[in-house]
Nanobody, 124 residues
Framework: QVQLAESGGGLVQTGGSLRLSCAAS????????LGWFRQAPGKEREFVAS????????NYRDSVKGRFSISRDNAKNTAFLQMNSLKPEDTAVYYC?????????????????WGQGTQVTVSS
């Protein structure tokens, strides 16, 4: 069992930056693949970024490549999403998720554990 808690969301202007954190508790966190997803009002939850358990493999959705960066610190049971050059279309609730195979999967249904989400709002 893994419990996840996101933090770091907020209101930022276009072009600004935010760093989201995902604090995990529970056993064997370091063996899980981690992902960030987001959900805007009236839209489905979508993949943003993922990282394998070693940190050696990462994936990003095309619209955030070059602007967002995912990382993890297994010693501190924490994952991060650094978001730069933010745009109004990045506005959403951002969720951290964990999957048990240690992969940097982009498939939402592969993730077993989810946090409660943190709101990110980018003003134009």
């Amino acid at each position: 069992q893994v419990q996840l808690a996101e933090s770091g969301g907020g209101l930022v202007q276009t072009g600004g930056s935010l760093r989201l954190s995902c604090a995990a508790s529970g056993r064997t966190f370091s063996r899980y693949g981690l992902g960030w997803f987001r959900q805007a009002p009236g839209k489905e939850r979508e993949f943003v970024a993922s990282i394998s358990w070693t940190g050696g493999s990462t994936n990003y959705r095309d619209s955030v490549k070059g602007r967002f960066s995912i990382s993890r610190d297994n010693a501190k049971n924490t994952a991060f999403l650094q978001m730069n050059s933010l745009k109004p279309e990045d506005t959403a609730v951002y969720y951290c998720a964990a999957e048990p195979w240690g992969m940097a999967t982009m498939t939402k249904n592969e993730y077993d554990y989810w946090g409660q989400g943190t709101q990110v709002t980018v003003s134009s």
